[in-house]
């Protein structure tokens, strides 16, 4: 298992932004897909945003056009780009990532998809 480092996280006002990083300790790592997720207070975990690497991006309806995800290969990094963020975008956000090896085809935004994850940070939007 690879160990996933998420950092940029932290609290800003409606209408601000953030980016997120997501670093795998290892550059031998083989990455194939990876995710971001979050986990609201008082609700369940759910998909945001997914990427192959290189390749297809995938967002969940309620981050679409706001959020951007995108990976830097030579730094083993995956960023989430977070624009005009509102109060219900506060949660706990966690990268996940899965290499070609232990790929099972999941749903982009399915748990079971991701063998390794990230402890996860905080991101607060409130005025």
């Known amino acids: 298992r690879v160990q996933l480092v998420e950092s940029g996280g932290g609290s800003v006002q409606p209408g601000g932004s953030l980016t997120l990083s997501c670093r795998a300790s290892?550059?031998?790592?083989?990455?194939?897909?990876m995710g971001w997720f979050r986990q609201a207070p008082g609700k369940e975990r759910e998909g945001i945003a997914a990427m192959y690497i290189p390749g297809t991006t995938y967002y969940a309806d309620s981050v679409k056009g706001r959020f951007t995800i995108s990976h830097d290969n030579t730094k083993k990094t995956l960023y989430l780009q977070m624009n005009n963020l509102k109060p219900e975008d506060t949660g706990v956000y966690t990268c996940a990532a899965v290499s070609e090896d232990d790929y099972e085809d999941y749903d982009v935004f399915s748990e079971l998809r991701y063998e390794n994850w990230g402890q996860g940070i905080q991101v607060t939007v409130s005025s």
């Open positions: 290892e550059s031998t790592f083989s990455t194939y897909c």
